[in-house]
Nanobody, 124 residues
Framework: QVQLVESGGGLVQAGGSLRLSCAAS????????MGWFRQAPGKERDFVAA????????YYAASGKGRFTISRDNAKSTAYLQMNSLKPEDTAVYYC?????????????????WGQGTQVTVAS
């Protein structure tokens, strides 16, 4: 089992930045990919970014490419999502997810564990 706890969400003005963190605990000795997803009210949970266990491979949805950066620190069992140039349409609950192994999925059904989410609100 892997437990995930997100933090760093909040209210920010358009054009501002936030850094989300996802702290993992439990079975963190295993290799696992990390992903970030987001869900706006009335919408599905969409892929945002993902990173491999080593950190050498990263993937982004078109919506965040060039503005968002995913990273991880395995010594701290923590993944990050740096979000710059935020827009009102980035408003959503952001979830982190873990996939045991070396695959780096970009669909939510492939992830094994999920955090509770952190709210990000971007005011115009």
């Amino acid at each position: 089992q892997v437990q995930l706890v997100e933090s760093g969400g909040g209210l920010v003005q358009a054009g501002g930045s936030l850094r989300l963190s996802c702290a993992a605990s439990g079975r963190t000795s295993s290799s696992y990919a990390m992903g970030w997803f987001r869900q706006a009210p009335g919408k599905e949970r969409d892929f945002v970014a993902a990173i491999s266990w080593s950190g050498s491979s990263t993937y982004y949805a078109a919506s965040g490419k060039g503005r968002f950066t995913i990273s991880r620190d395995n010594a701290k069992s923590t993944a990050y999502l740096q979000m710059n140039s935020l827009k009102p349409e980035d408003t959503a609950v952001y979830y982190c997810a873990a996939k045991i192994g070396y695959q780096v999925p970009r669909t939510r059904d492939e992830y094994d564990y999920w955090g509770q989410g952190t709210q990000v609100t971007v005011a115009s």
